[in-house]
């Protein structure tokens, strides 16, 4: 019985890449971190210390800058699509490129109304994403966002679950529900308006949430997947994760008083971690 | 010649808390983090072991619970005057109570232009905070605000600064101006609208750093806090720490490609450390 | 067409766990970190808001708490297999159980040359780790370590890999390597030593990374899977993950000065992400 | 009345700098973070933009790798004193140099107990600190760590403390004691063998940590800078940070078992904050 190569990839993350698109009466800020992830003909660099078919990934970070002058002009997605084309078009050893792309949100400033030319604030931790596969059989083009924060102070239920003799958890008709929501869906064309779709589809999101007479993470999750199906043909499905932020209303009984869900401690660990796809049929 | 205690202090850090304050037809949702400092006669808990002058860092984590309930209705400064107070005027062997207190933003979802009543997104990295301090003087009551991240894209040079044989930066007329702002600003008075006044400092600070036509992180610094105690006289200084957060055009020129300040890395370290206070005199 | 559930899991995360092991004459320190993931059948749970099987992630944590009193004596292997059954066989809505468990490490005091009884000091970064997988078909067993930091000083070149217009990085027969390993692999057992396996698994990773002629990250990460599935029968297979923490000479020639591979800057990012599988054919 | 400049520095923080010294037969391998903040007569760059006293932060880089090929040989002490000198000798605007150094520990790689050559993992947590200070008075060395964890799982207790309406904390006669230690001492001379005081230094702080019988963490915060005082001449005073990371028992009687000082939740927030400083009289 023999040892050899099984799966396998490589290439340059983290790549941060800042731009300034300057317009005749204002600038455009753009932050975004760039990650490329390669698989292919690599056999011979791993048993052979053969690098005749690398690419160095310190040359894909450069192509990466380079191509961002021309290329990254709109989206993430269609900078991304740009990119790994490029990567798999003059690479024959790859068989498999994969760009994955996530931005940075700055504010533009704003005075008495109206909207600064060229200063900005950092945004919320809610980041954009898109991840673009290529391979022989064509290009992949998935949106999502990440670390994005959401809380709804009621209309969140947690009851009618097993009982054991482990079980402290108090069923509740009212609790806080948050969580820090990451959202990754496939669409079925490259060719989309890549942020037309993105805001409409984070807009559902929110307003799922928002509105949802939660009985559990669970639920909402699936809630939040169903909706942005209905509403967009163009998404093949959905992933979430949505790991459950507790927030525990604090023992103020022990001291005479009443907690009538006002105060509550957060608990960063351990945390409920809940995860779902929500697909078509 | 012998050996003594010198300066100490002890508390409860990083206590968080948060709270849902009932509207008749919204909720508020305020989340924060208070820290407890106490000093005072504590050299024979050092020196012995004897623990009766102290009151346990678990008991002050439980009282800032239990305060919260009735006291924390409004601003931090005015929660944190209350506990300030509270801690000191029950424990004699105390004579200095610092309370810090740092809140995190949460912001109201919005859809069609109509406000959530119960729905929240996460707000930026940027957090408010205040310091109180209390001893037998009375109370000092110390805005301020942390990692806001500023950035302009233009009307920021670096000229005419010290050459010598390590230099290789070059002169600029025109680059990106980034920092993670802390500011902090004593009160003259503990009876303010901590409200408008944060917000009104908050927007002069924004906006000075936006239109200031800077010559270094430094000229800015001082212009922030020039401006913001022109326009408050219940401002006694201000201190500010403003870390230059590079962004260094990537060199193009290497590929045959010119680099019209468009393309940047973003480097995290080593970072500019920039730091001042301004004051009266 | 229809919308369906799809892939979908949920559990606790991050219940950190410390046990003290009272032996005659000193004391064992454990601390570990456990997450909990559950598949079955959760169908109505999401589409329906029926929480009937649900075992709370609250749940989940206690049990892991009160199963540590009795089982957690040994290794993470052996208790993660504990836990995994435990779940599996109370709850035949579940058709998969995940233990993942993570172990940080205290190093024990020592003093001219005695091991102290009960003292401890927190160890490196790296942590072992074990995740336990159990289904019908019953359960699997694979053993980890991460963030492990690896340097050496040399024996480590990079060349004759393909140059093209964005080539800039130069090739060297001496450079530095450093990664932060990760490293999974399954068993084909469950009744092994975990521990003297172990042991012997991490030697032979430390040793070929030392002794290993490197010419490439990827080719160090072959040489260490191929050896320990030569000298490990019950060793699967393994993945491995060594990013390229990149310690890049310092430009001294600029100021006249030689850098002999002297003086370096260690970069956080971005960063070469090097991955691969060894595995039996 | 009128707005001035008040306290105010500025320099290059975060500067990672690595060294390989080598020997015949060995290499060693130096790991460091210099932050460099500059005082001094720096009013017109802040009034006026008037950049002509000020040496650039990337010089201030610059010239810290550029001095570290010759003169970062031995501890951070030594080539601290060295920078400090170096930027004040050369710049009359300049009041106050202070270099602030940090040291991550890397550990050679033994196998069979033969140390290698070249090879070697990461270090804990624990970071060994350095503090050089010069003004005109002449320098000033302080040394220090940080990051260092300690537990001990007995021979600490908590009694006899103030009790009142919000006390929920037990009384123990045995808990665990742990804390994330940071040490800064000054010394008296500039001119001792730094690595022989360190070593001896940081040897009685972990004795005295683990053969101390506990009634607080303040007590053994000042057993610790006592010793020190008593044992090392040169050392003017001691300032120790010792947060009390709490260890707390599960609650398992809530099930029906006993926990007797067995199982534990570590929690990272809130946390006690101590911090004293022992000092000669």
Redesign the interface.
């Known amino acids: 019985?023999?040892?050899?190569?099984?799966?396998?990839?490589?290439?340059?993350?983290?790549?941060?890449?800042?731009?300034?698109?300057?317009h005749a009466d204002h600038?455009e800020?753009r932050?975004i971190s760039v990650?490329v992830?390669l698989e292919g003909d690599?056999e011979t660099?791993?048993?052979?210390?053969?690098?005749?078919?690398?690419?160095?990934?310190?040359?894909q970070?450069?192509?990466v800058?380079?191509l961002?002058?021309e290329h990254f002009t709109s989206t993430i997605e269609d900078f991304g699509l740009h990119l790994a084309n490029f990567f798999f078009s003059?690479?024959p050893q790859i068989s498999k490129v994969k760009i994955e792309l996530v931005e940075h949100g700055?504010?533009r400033?704003s005075?008495d109304g109206t909207a600064?030319t060229?200063?900005?604030?950092?945004?919320?931790?809610?980041k954009r994403r898109a991840i673009i596969t290529q391979t022989a059989q064509g290009a992949q083009v998935s949106a999502g966002l990440q670390d994005?924060?959401?809380?709804?102070?009621?209309?969140s239920a947690?009851?009618?679950?097993?009982k054991?003799?482990?079980?402290?958890?108090k069923e509740t008709t009212d609790r806080?529900l948050a969580t820090?929501c990451e959202a990754t869906w496939p669409y079925t064309r490259t060719d989309l308006d890549f942020e037309a779709t993105y805001q409409k589809i984070r807009?559902t999101l929110?307003?799922t949430?928002?509105g949802h007479k939660?009985?559990?993470?669970?639920?909402t999750?699936?809630a939040i997947?169903?909706q942005i199906?209905?509403e967009n043909e163009t998404v093949k499905?959905i992933?979430l994760i949505m790991?459950?932020k507790h927030?525990i209303p604090?023992n103020?009984e022990?001291?005479g008083?009443d907690?009538n869900?006002?105060?509550?401690?957060?608990?960063?660990?351990?945390?409920?971690?809940?995860?779902?796809?929500?697909?078509?049929?």
Chains 1, 2, 3, 4 share one sequence.
């Open positions: 019985m023999g040892i050899k190569l099984g799966i396998n990839a490589y290439g340059k993350n983290a790549i941060n890449l800042s731009k300034i698109i300057r600038h800020f932050q990650s992830a690599f660099a791993h048993t052979l210390g053969d690098n005749s078919r690398i690419l160095p990934t310190d040359t970070k450069n192509t800058y380079a961002a002058k003059r690479n700055w504010q400033m005075f600064h060229h200063a900005f604030t950092g945004g919320s931790t809610e994005l924060l959401l809380l709804k102070t009621t209309d947690f009851e009618k679950y097993i054991d003799e482990y079980t402290v958890l806080i820090k807009t929110l307003r949430f928002a939660s009985q559990s993470v669970q639920q999750l699936y997947g169903e199906l209905l499905g992933s790991p459950n927030y604090f103020l022990q001291f008083m907690n869900n006002e105060i509550f401690i957060a608990t960063d660990e351990p945390f409920g971690y809940i995860t779902g796809t929500v697909v078509r049929e």
